[in-house]
């Protein structure tokens, strides 16, 4: 676990940085019967964990967490040191993305983190929903004027609490958007050697780009048949 949590290392040189991790199979299917579970694996959930275990914060799409039911981030003995060395809470903070905020306050994600779960929304968000947000323990992050979040002010509010390594999980909506505001720094890319057709989304959705964005290969790993790629932000790559 150590050997891979080095290879995903935040790059000690960045005050902010932001990573997504993603699975796709190799038609570009990001999920299957609308989780992404069944296109994943044992060495995927790994590096999935070890992403985690660096993290200062989890940033998820509102239903991602609708859909595949998140939890809080687990403390882990693997990681305690490596946490307590770097000045990090001992799990990452879970942050959800929402406009609407139709989220299950009394689930587990907000009753039960070690760290309280956040919720990134516009200042345009229901004022009922904001309140019963915060009366189950969750801490209101603002980063729109609207009910919607601008996805690069997000990063910026984040930062400002000091959550200065972030990965997002998703999903393709929220990724599309961070992709389009062009403040995703790296992607954590598995591909899963799985055909499934369909119609099933793609890691990044939303409008498209003008000019598509280039970003450069930094590592490639494989296991059983899955591959591991890491990718940094072209701008990242001259440097
Ligand atoms: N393959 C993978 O690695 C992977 C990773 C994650 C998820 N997935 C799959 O992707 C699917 C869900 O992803 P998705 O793309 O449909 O949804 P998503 O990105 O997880 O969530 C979309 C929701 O996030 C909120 N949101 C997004 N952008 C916002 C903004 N700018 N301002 C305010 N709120 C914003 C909205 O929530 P409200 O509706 O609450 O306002 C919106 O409905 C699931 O099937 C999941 O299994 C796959």
Request: hydrophobic content about 45%; some cysteine.
């Amino acid at each position: 676990m150590d050997e891979l949590a080095d290879a995903y290392a935040y790059p000690a040189d960045r005050d902010v940085w932001l990573r997504a991790n993603m699975v796709s199979t190799l038609d570009g299917a990001a999920q299957h019967d609308g989780r992404s579970q069944p296109i994943s694996s044992a060495a995927d959930m790994r590096v999935f964990g070890t992403l985690r275990g660096l993290a200062d914060v989890v940033v998820v799409g509102a239903e991602t967490v609708r859909q595949e039911g998140y939890r809080p981030a687990r403390a882990r003995e693997a990681f305690a040191a490596r946490r307590a060395a770097d000045g990090q809470a001992p799990a990452p903070a879970v942050a959800v993305v929402s406009a609407g905020l139709d989220l299950d306050f009394s689930s587990p994600l907000f009753t039960e983190p070690s760290v309280p779960t956040l919720l990134v929304t516009g200042a345009g968000a229901p004022a009922d929903r904001v309140a019963a947000a915060r009366a189950a323990g969750a801490e209101i992050v603002i980063a729109g004027d609207g009910a919607a979040v601008d996805p690069a002010r997000a990063v910026r509010a984040l930062a400002e609490r000091g959550l200065r390594r972030l990965l997002t999980e998703g999903g393709p909506r929220l990724l599309g958007q961070f992709v389009a505001a062009r403040v995703l720094d790296e992607l954590c890319l598995t591909v899963s050697p799985m055909l499934t057709a369909g119609d099933a989304q793609r890691i990044a959705g939303g409008p498209a780009l003008t000019v598509p964005e280039r970003f450069a290969l930094r590592s490639l790993l494989e296991e059983d048949g899955f591959l591991f790629a890491r990718y940094h932000q072209g701008r990242h790559s001259a440097e």
